[in-house]
Structures are given as structure tokens and as C-alpha cells.
């Protein structure tokens, strides 16, 4: 069963687009993936603006479950959930300015004998009156708002948070028809720079993958003579490669 994270990032929100080329803001979220350690109770992540106007973005945070078909399905947070076991992304409400970067503390509280994954969503808006970005007196000031409709492009990013205590155990089984690797621990198994190789000179485009807790992630030989990876467990980095005779 493949089970790298399913549809979890990317490119989110067309809002609108127009015949006019306005100046825009360009929001970049760096890494789709960030991590919470164990050890640690929260991170940084910085948000920037190469656009040639200000950023207003609204932030959202959702709850992702992966059921046992590998499906996903995403919760909104809800204020009767309290303060407990939750994703907390503040500000919530950023104004980045055209060339310039601002930070988003990523905490998280509650109870954390299991890995926890949610989806953190950075959209840019239109700001309007009592969106809480303090422009109700007048939104044109800070160039937010001009004639016709702009394209905004929003980003949506993933947060693993891991167990307080992390385990990892990973086994390698090397099959006829492929390869699989299996994740005994109790938090997700990162597969970087995966290089899947027809031949010695000729791989294809590496990628990444992520191999949920309990999960086993199937390589499909199709062809190839050599699959080879960096296994990320925590903060350990190791590569491995596999060989198909004939």
C-alpha cells in the first residue's frame, strides 16, 4: 500500500483572474512540509512577499486524518475544541509588505503520545472591514484594493507533529516485482531524494516521500535496475540503495 501523505500540498486557491495585469502580491510559504519534533514545542516559519504589492494573508489551520485505505480527510478547528490538542498558527493574519517577510510562530497543544498532521493554509485576501486586518478605514491605502480583480494564489502546507518520545524502525523488503518499505515507528518516515534508475546514467526526476506510522511504502519495479534514497528518521540521515538482477 502506498502511503505517502495523499493530496496533501500544493498550489490551493485561483481566487480570480482579469484581462488588466495589476500589481500583485507573490506569497512563498518555503517548505510545503514542516516538522515538529518531539522535543520541541513549536517553530518559526517565515512568509514572504516578492510581489509588487502588500500581502494580506488570512491563515487557516485543518486537522487531516489518513484512514486505513490511505484516504485523508481534512476537519476545520472548531472554538468548542478548546485549547487542547490543537494546531495554533499566530498571527492568523499577516500583512507582508512588496520585497519583505514576515513570521508565523507554529505551536502546538495537547497531548502528544501519537503524531498529530494538519494542513496550515496562507491565503491572500482582499482585505475588507472586520476581517481583522485593521484596514476598515481604508483598505486603497496600503494599495490592497484597485480597479478590476486580481489573481491571488494561496498555499497550503503540511505540519507533522511528532510524539514526544520518537521511534523509528524501518524495514526494507526486496521483492521480485519491487521494493517495499515499511514503517515500524510511531511517527512518519521521510524518503528523500528517491532516484528510481533504468539504468547507471539514466534516473528518473528524484522525489519525496512520506511513509505514515504503521504504513508500508510500495516501489514498483517497471523496468528499473536501481532504486536508491535517503531514509530521514528524525534527525538521523542514512542512504540505501537496491539492486534488480536482470
Given at each position: 500500500?502506498?502511503?505517502?501523505?495523499?493530496?496533501?500540498?500544493?498550489?490551493?486557491?485561483?481566487?480570480?483572474?482579469?484581462s488588466a495585469v495589476h500589481a500583485q502580491p507573490d506569497i512563498g510559504i518555503g517548505s510545503l512540509y514542516d516538522?515538529?519534533?518531539?522535543?520541541?514545542?513549536?517553530?518559526?516559519?517565515?512568509?514572504?512577499?516578492?510581489?509588487?504589492?502588500?500581502?494580506?494573508?488570512?491563515?487557516?489551520?485543518?486537522?487531516?486524518?489518513?484512514?486505513?485505505?490511505?484516504?485523508?480527510?481534512?476537519?476545520?478547528?472548531?472554538?468548542?475544541?478548546?485549547?487542547?490538542?490543537?494546531?495554533?498558527?499566530?498571527?492568523?493574519?499577516?500583512?507582508?509588505?512588496?520585497?519583505?517577510?514576515?513570521?508565523?510562530?507554529?505551536?502546538?497543544?495537547?497531548?502528544?503520545?501519537?503524531?498529530?498532521?494538519?494542513?496550515?493554509?496562507?491565503?491572500?485576501?482582499?482585505?475588507?472591514?472586520?476581517?481583522?486586518?485593521?484596514?476598515?478605514?481604508?483598505?486603497?491605502?496600503?494599495?490592497?484594493?484597485?480597479?478590476?480583480?486580481?489573481?491571488?494564489?494561496?498555499?497550503?502546507?503540511?505540519?507533522?507533529?511528532?510524539?514526544?518520545?520518537?521511534?523509528?524502525?524501518?524495514?526494507?523488503?526486496?521483492?521480485?516485482?519491487?521494493?517495499?518499505?515499511?514503517?515500524?515507528?510511531?511517527?512518519?518516515?521521510?524518503?528523500?531524494?528517491?532516484?528510481?534508475?533504468?539504468?547507471?546514467?539514466?534516473?528518473?526526476?528524484?522525489?519525496?516521500?512520506?511513509?505514515?506510522?504503521?504504513?508500508?511504502?510500495?516501489?514498483?519495479?517497471?523496468?528499473?535496475?536501481?532504486?536508491?534514497?535517503?531514509?530521514?528518521?528524525?534527525?538521523?540521515?542514512?542512504?540505501?540503495?537496491?539492486?534488480?538482477?536482470?
Amino acid at each position: 500500500m502506498n502511503t505517502a501523505l495523499p493530496s496533501l500540498l500544493g498550489i490551493l486557491l485561483a481566487v480570480a483572474s482579469t484581462s488588466a495585469v495589476h500589481a500583485q502580491p507573490d506569497i512563498g510559504i518555503g517548505s510545503l512540509y514542516d516538522y515538529l519534533p518531539g522535543a520541541s514545542s513549536s517553530i518559526v516559519k517565515p512568509i514572504r512577499n516578492s510581489g509588487s504589492s502588500t500581502g494580506f494573508v488570512r491563515v487557516d489551520v485543518r486537522r487531516i486524518q489518513v484512514d486505513d485505505a490511505g484516504n485523508s480527510t481534512e476537519t476545520e478547528l472548531t472554538a468548542g475544541e478548546g485549547w487542547r490538542d490543537r494546531l495554533i498558527v499566530s498571527p492568523s493574519r499577516l500583512i507582508v509588505p512588496p520585497g519583505g517577510m514576515r513570521s508565523v510562530r507554529v505551536l502546538y497543544v495537547g497531548e502528544r503520545s501519537r503524531e498529530h498532521v494538519f494542513r496550515v493554509r496562507f491565503t491572500p485576501v482582499e482585505p475588507g472591514r472586520g476581517d481583522g486586518f485593521g484596514q476598515e478605514e481604508d483598505a486603497d491605502a496600503a494599495g490592497a484594493t484597485t480597479a478590476g480583480v486580481r489573481m491571488l494564489v494561496g498555499y497550503g502546507g503540511i505540519v507533522i507533529v511528532r510524539p514526544e518520545q520518537e521511534q523509528y524502525r524501518t524495514d526494507f523488503v526486496q521483492r521480485t516485482d519491487g521494493l517495499d518499505v515499511i514503517n515500524h515507528g510511531n511517527t512518519t518516515l521521510i524518503l528523500d531524494n528517491v532516484y528510481a534508475c533504468k539504468t547507471d546514467e539514466h534516473c528518473l526526476a528524484p522525489v519525496k516521500k512520506h511513509v505514515l506510522p504503521g504504513r508500508t511504502q510500495f516501489f514498483k519495479r517497471e523496468g528499473l535496475s536501481e532504486i536508491r534514497f535517503d531514509v530521514v528518521e528524525g534527525e538521523k540521515v542514512s542512504d540505501k540503495e537496491f539492486r534488480f538482477a536482470g
